[in-house]
C-alpha cells in the first residue's frame, strides 16, 4: 500500500519506518529541510531503541522515503498520516493550529479518493474540523479516520509492531477495510483491532494516558505516606500490584511522571471537560499529585542540608524523563535541576542520551560530565533522576572515594536503603525509611 506520514517526530517517524518495515511503500513529509536531509542519510535526530536501524534498512530496500513535498506525497498515496505536533496551549487546550495548516496543505494534494488518519493525539472533535478545512478544499471523496498512538518512548518500535490493541475510529466501511488491511500485519498474534466512533477514538487516548498517569500519582502519595508511617512502598506496591484487578504496571514511586504525553494530555482533557461544564476532579487531582512529587526530592535536599545550599557542589544522574530515551519534556529531573540553580549550588549532569537537548536550554549555567564517575568528583551530594541501566550497579567504592560527602537522593528507588547505608552511604528514597 502506497502510504504518506505527514511529520516526522517520534510518532510519524516510527509509524512510518514500521509501516515501510511490512512492504509498503511509504513517504514521510516534513517542513524542516534540514531534519529531512538527516533522514535521507540514515541519520535519526532522536533517540529510540531500534530506530535508527529500521530507517536504514527501508531506505536501502527504497520503502521509505523522505520529503518535505506534502502535496506530492498525497498525490501518491492512498492513506495519510497526521502526525504533526499538536503542543499545549496557554489555556491547556491541545493547540491544533499546526495540525489545520497540515490539513490545508494535504487537501492541495488530494487526486481521488484518500484515506486521512489523524495519528497525533487530539481532543474530541478534531476529526470533525480536519474534514471541514479539507472539504472547503477538494471536492474529491475522502475519509477522515482516529487513529491514536500508544507508543511508549524507548520501546516505541515495540508497541508499534506489537500492538496490545489498534484503535480505529471510522464511520466509513471503505475507510475501515482499508485501515484494518494496512495494520493486519501487526496483529497477527491475536490481539484486536477495535472499530469506534470517531469521537470515542479520540477521547479513548486521553483517558487511557489520564488513567495511567493517575496510578502513577497515586503511588507517588502512597510512597509519601509510607515515609510518614514508618512502612516500605516497595512492599505496598507488591502487595496490591499482585493483585489482578490492579496490576503492577505504572506503581513505581518515584519523582512524578514528565515527557511529551501525560502532563500535555491531562491538561488537555481537563480543558475538553470545562468545555463541557464538567470538571473531571480525579484527572485533576492527578495533575496536582505530580506537581507536588515534582518537588519531593528538592524537598529532601533542602532538609537534609538545612536549607544551607549556597556554594555547594551536587551532581544530577539522568536527564531525561525516563530511559531509553532523549526526551527532556516535562522531565522531573529539570525541576530538580532548576532548584539547586536556583540555590546558588554548582551542578555536574550526566545522562547517556539527554546531554545535547539539556545544552539547549541550559547552556553554561551547569557543567556536563562524560561519563558517570566524572560528575562526581568533590560534589557534596549526588540525585539520580532517571532510571539507565548503568545507573543500577556502579563501583559504589569508587563513589565513595571521589564525593565530599556522600550523600544520595535517589529519586527512583534503585538501590536498597540498609545495604546503602552499610556501605557508607546517607541514603533518601521514595517511600522508604
Not at 334 to 345: K, S
Amino acid at each position: 500500500m502506497k502510504v504518506a506520514v505527514i511529520g516526522t517526530g517520534y510518532v510519524g517517524l516510527v509509524a512510518g519506518s514500521c509501516l515501510a518495515e511490512t512492504g509498503n511503500e511509504v513517504v514521510c513529509v516534513d517542513i524542516d529541510a534540514e531534519r529531512i536531509e538527516l533522514l535521507k542519510q540514515g541519520e535519526v535526530p532522536i533517540y529510540e531503541p531500534g530506530l535508527k536501524e529500521l530507517v536504514e534498512r527501508n531506505i536501502t530496500k527504497n520503502r521509505l522515503l523522505f520529503t518535505t513535498d506534502t502535496v506530492e506525497a498525497v498525490e501518491k498515496s492512498l492513506v495519510v498520516f497526521m502526525a504533526v505536533q499538536t503542543p499545549m496551549d496557554e489555556d491547556g487546550s491541545a493547540d491544533l493550529r499546526h495540525l489545520l495548516e497540515a490539513a490545508a496543505t494535504v487537501a492541495k494534494g488530494i487526486n481521488g479518493y484518500k484515506v486521512i488518519v489523524d495519528k497525533s493525539t487530539v481532543p474530541v472533535g478534531t476529526a470533525v474540523k480536519v474534514k471541514k478545512v479539507i472539504s472547503e478544499l477538494t471536492k474529491h471523496k475522502f475519509d477522515v479516520v482516529s487513529n491514536p498512538e500508544f507508543l511508549k518512548e524507548g520501546a516505541a518500535v515495540d508497541d508499534f509492531m506489537k500492538p496490545d490493541r489498534v484503535v480505529i475510529g471510522c464511520d466509513s466501511p471503505q475507510a475501515e477495510a482499508i485501515i484494518k488491511d494496512l495494520y493486519e500485519p501487526f496483529v497477527r498474534t491475536g490481539h484486536p483491532m477495535i472499530t469506534m466512533k470517531v469521537t470515542s477514538a479520540e477521547l479513548t487516548k486521553y483517558a487511557a494516558n489520564a488513567l495511567l498517569a493517575t496510578k502513577i500519582s497515586f503511588i507517588n502519595e502512597i510512597a509519601r505516606l509510607c515515609e510518614l508511617v514508618d512502612a516500605d512502598v516497595g512492599e505496598v506496591r507488591q502487595g496490591i500490584g499482585t493483585d489482578q484487578r490492579i496490576g503492577s504496571a505504572f506503581l513505581h514511586p518515584g519523582m512524578g511522571f514528565g515527557g511529551s504525553c501525560f502532563p500535555k494530555d491531562l491538561r488537555a482533557l481537563l480543558h475538553t471537560g470545562k468545555s463541557n461544564d464538567l470538571d473531571l476532579q480525579v484527572v485533576g487531582a492527578a495533575v496536582e499529585a505530580n506537581e507536588r512529587q515534582k518537588r519531593f526530592i528538592p524537598d529532601k535536599i533542602r532538609a537534609n542540608f538545612k536549607d544551607n545550599l549556597k556554594g555547594r557542589r551536587f551532581a544530577v544522574w539522568g536527564l531525561a524523563f525516563k530511559a531509553n530515551t532523549d526526551d527532556i519534556r516535562e522531565s522531573p529531573a529539570l525541576e530538580v535541576l532548576d532548584f539547586l540553580i536556583n540555590a546558588g549550588t554548582k551542578v555536574t549532569v550526566y545522562d547517556p542520551q539527554a546531554m545535547d537537548n539539556a545544552r539547549r536550554i541550559y547552556g553554561d549555567k551547569i557543567a556536563y560530565a562524560s561519563d558517570s564517575y566524572g560528575a562526581l568528583e568533590g560534589v557534596d551530594g549526588l540525585v539520580v533522576a532517571t532510571e539507565w541501566n548503568e545507573f543500577r550497579r556502579p563501583d559504589f567504592q569508587q563513589m565513595l572515594d571521589m564525593m565530599s560527602s556522600p550523600v544520595i537522593f535517589d529519586g527512583r528507588n534503585l538501590y536498597d536503603p540498609e545495604r546503602m547505608r552499610e556501605r557508607g552511604f546517607q541514603y533518601y528514597g521514595v517511600g522508604r525509611k
